[in-house]
Structure formats: C-alpha cells, structure tokens
C-alpha cells in the first residue's frame, strides 16, 4: 500500500492526554497507532477505532528486561517456577514487554540442542516478545568455529560468560576466546563476574566450621570475590578490546572497579537489578534461620553502604541497564528453595529470586518517586538501553514513530505490594508488605492491551522470537587503546 493510503487508512488505537516519556524527553502527546506500530504522534489527532484516555498519566515505553531465568533446564529436583507462559505473564503486569532468558548450553552438548529445546519452550506460550541470550559452557572447537557464529547470526547477538558455578564456569583462557570470537562476531559478551575459588574455599571453612544456615551464604561470597571478578573480567576485555556486561553488579567495591575502568576510557558496561537496592545481607537471615533461603542469590544482596554506591551509579550514569535476573523458586514443595522438602546447607540453595513483575513498579516508586533518579533515567534503565545493548532498538525501547507500540501507562495510587497481587508462578516475593508508589495501570504490546490494571488481557503465544542484530553500543572502541 503506497504511504499516502496509509496515512489515510484510520489509525487502530489513539492515545489521549499521554504525557510520554522516553529516555531524553517527557512531553504532553497524543499517540496514534496502526497496524501494532506507533504511526503518529502529535496533537488533535484524528479519531481512532478506539480511543483511549491517558487522563495525563505519564506514558513510558514497555520494559525491555535483558536478564531473566524462564523454564531453564536445572539439575533435578530444582526447577524454576516459571515457564514462558506464567514468566511472560508476570512481565507484562509488571509493564515488560520484551524479554530476554537464557538457552543454556550443557557441558558436552551442542548450542544448537539448548536452542532448539528452548525454541520449544517457548513456542506457544510467551505472551510477551522475546529473545534469547546464550549461555556458553563448552566452547569446544565445533562451538567456537561453527556453532557460536552461525547462532549469533541466526539472531542470539548476545552470550553469558561464568566465572563460577561448576556446571557453567570457564577458565580465563576459554573466557578469552569467546571475548574474540565477540568481538569478530559483533557480539555482546555478558559477564558473571565472581571468583570460583575464593568461594570453594569460604564454603569448605564454613561448612567444616558447621556454618551452613542460609545467612552463612553471603559471607561465603564476600565483597571481594566479587570485586576480583569484575577487575579480571575488565583486564580480559583490556586485552581483547571487546566491550563486555558485567552483569548483577551488588557491591561497592565492584562499582569501584567499573568506575576505574571507565576512566581509563574501557567500554565497560553494568547491570544492576532490584535485589541490590532493596535487600542487604540480613534479609538471608540474622541467626541460623531458614527463612533467609528465600532471598539466597548471587552474588548475593549487601549492606546499605552498596545499597547507596548502586543507587548513585544508577543516577550518574555508571550502570548501562537495570534488570530482574528474575530466577523464581517456590518456598513450598520439592523443587526450589527446599530441594526434595528439605532444608539443606547453604551451598545447595537454589540461588535466585523473583521479580520480572516487580521490577518497574520498584524502581518506578523508589527511585523515580522517590526522588533518586529522573523518569527519563528510569526509561534509560529499563527500556531504551536494554533494546541498544541488545539489538533490537528502536523497534523496541522506546516511543518513536516506526517503533512497536509497547506502552506503559503509569498509575501513581499506593500499593501495598504482596504475592497475591503477582502473576509469576513463584509462591512468595521477596518485597512482601511494602508500599509501593506506582503500578502500570495498562501495558500495551504491539497496540494490544495486555494488562488493564487489575486483569491480564494477553495471550499465551501472542509474543514474538525477536531476532536480534549486533548492539548499537559496540561501535566505539575503548579509548584506552591505541587507534
Ligand atoms: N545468580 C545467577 O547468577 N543467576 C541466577 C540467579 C542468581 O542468583
Ligand atoms: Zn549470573
Ligand atoms: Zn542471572
């Protein structure tokens, strides 16, 4: 259809008395929709199909959560509460649109296997768009001469390097070949950045001293383990030049190494995540309870010093995304944070917490309401440079004509934040009892309400595979380097 048809053809949904946000400009606007698409924006627009009334609420792009653990093969008897149907659902209540898990390769098996199974999953179910990183465990020749590049190119753009977990972990030397290999590919490596024996050898002193209650966790993993991890990752992405994601960023001391990095010139970017700002190490428990297994994660949440330290590099631009690693175990039953109904020594606790739903409203109320980071940050955060970093910007992660129409609107009544409100398939939230600021009062994906305040109003099977391009944060070497 010629372009003049087009603009003539009426428009599906107008948006009326938005104030629209996005990651540079917060303006009063209406928005026109057609076909899924954003098609115009401006004032006194025509009469669409149908009209919804913003009532001058502020109007957001959808979330775009880079980090999150859907339907992910686990060692039995864990499993992961959420498969892509209730894990999508729960996103887009919570005002995500796009979602990126993790096809997990396992050690002696191939990419194409964990992706195909994963495919699968996914197919039918998701409600909201997604895509998938890679997580690499066995860069066998095949992997890296064959494999990798020709899944990058298929659309997975993006790969998890771990520096611990013994069913995950590389060497330095395997982490190297992958940085190149991203580098050569055009693609966005992602780093879990901990020590792997610093936290063996706290964990065998721990457990032979009978230390083996949740809270003992977080000291298994302390500031520093973290803080070596993020300067070795940083060294290994010096030497390649390749820009890396260090990924869940939780203490100070690696906010240090990041803003170091970051003076020399390296393209270092950062991720932090909900669990960080909110919870310290107290919530793992303050005596030899069991309670504390349901905040166990890692690395694992710290003190109000980290709290702070995160909460400034959110503000002054340190952190690159903001995401849920959204990693849910029910409390009850045989599969999540008491594997076979048991209580169990700290190093057998699932590690992970939920919150794909949480995410936007926490960091909404706190951080944006609270007066710690503008609403234009906020959509930065959680939206625009999530969809950048991972090559799908700007059809996603923001509100711009041509772009798909994710939107939030945002409600601003109290809530009082409970699990009974949620729509993950976890049994608690870690959040349980407080008071909240703001809640999406409706998430719209591709010009379809999904969720309307109080009722989801998708489809399992309506989402999307997005398959991804080559960041658009890559393009700039580390002016640390020579040209
Ligand atoms: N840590 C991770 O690295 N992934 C999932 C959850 C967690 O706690
Ligand atoms: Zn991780
Ligand atoms: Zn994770």
Not at 87 to 105: D, E, H, L, N
Not at 127 to 137: A, E, K, P, Q, R
Not at 202 to 225: C, D, F, Q, W
Not at 447 to 457: A, K, L
Request: a negative charge; hydrophobic letters at 35%.
């Amino acid at each position: 259809m010629s372009s003049s048809r087009q603009a003539s053809r009426p428009l599906d949904v107008v948006i009326r008395n938005a104030v629209l946000a996005t990651a540079s400009d917060t303006t009063p606007c209406e928005i026109g929709i057609r076909d899924g698409i954003v098609a115009v924006l401006g004032t006194h627009l025509p009469r669409g199909r149908s009209e919804i009334d913003a009532l001058g609420r502020i109007v957001t792009p959808g979330g775009v959560d880079g980090h999150c653990h859907i339907d992910q093969p686990m060692a039995p008897p864990v499993r992961l509460s959420d498969d892509f149907e209730s894990g999508s659902r729960s996103a887009a209540c919570g005002g995500t649109t796009t979602i990126i898990p993790f096809a997990a390769q396992r050690k002696g098996g191939s990419l194409r296997e964990a992706v195909d199974d994963y495919h699968r999953r996914a197919a039918g179910r998701s409600c909201v768009d997604y895509g998938f990183h890679l997580i690499v465990s066995d860069p066998t020749p095949t992997v890296l001469r064959d494999e990798l590049p020709e899944q990058i190119a298929q659309g997975l753009s993006s790969f998890k390097l771990y520096m611990t977990y013994d069913a995950v972990k590389l060497s330095d030397h395997q982490i190297l070949k992958l940085l190149a290999l991203a580098r050569d590919h055009g693609a966005t490596a992602l780093v879990h950045a901990e020590n792997t024996d610093c936290i063996a050898w706290m964990t065998e002193n721990l457990a032979s001293a009978g230390k083996i209650a949740p809270r003992y966790h977080a000291l298994s993993r302390p500031l520093l383990v973290e803080r070596e991890g993020t300067h070795r990752a940083i060294a290994l992405s010096e030497l390649v030049d390749v820009p890396i994601l260090i990924v869940h960023v939780s203490g100070h001391e690696a906010v240090e190494q990041i803003r170091w990095a970051r003076g020399k010139g390296l393209n270092i970017f950062a991720e932090t995540c909900p669990q960080y700002l909110l919870l310290t190490a107290e919530d793992l428990g303050v005596d030899d309870s069991y309670t504390g297994a349901r905040c166990v994660c890692s690395p694992p949440p710290r003190d109000r010093d980290s709290q702070e330290a995160i909460w400034h590099g959110l503000a002054d631009g340190l952190f690159t995304i903001f995401s849920s690693d959204h990693s849910p175990f029910n409390l009850g039953g045989a599969h999540g944070k008491h594997p076979d109904g048991k209580e169990v020594p700290f190093p057998r606790i699932p590690n992970g917490v939920p919150g794909i739903e949480t995410r936007l409203p926490l960091l909404y109320s706190e951080g944006v309401l609270g007066g710690r980071i503008t609403l234009n940050k906020f959509v930065e955060l959680t939206a625009t440079n999530p969809a950048k970093l991972y090559g799908i910007h700007p059809r996603k992660g923001t509100i711009a004509v041509g772009s798909d129409a994710d939107l939030v609107v945002w409600g601003t009544e109290p809530v009082l934040l409970g699990n009974h409100m949620l729509h993950h398939g976890a049994d608690y939230t870690p959040y349980e009892g407080m008071g909240l600021k703001a809640w999406p009062v409706c998430t719209m994906l591709r010009g379809e309400v999904i969720w309307d305040g109080v009722t989801f109003t998708g489809r399992a099977g309506a989402g999307q595979f997005l398959r991804r391009g080559s960041s658009s944060m890559l393009g700039t070497r580390s002016a640390a380097r020579p040209a």
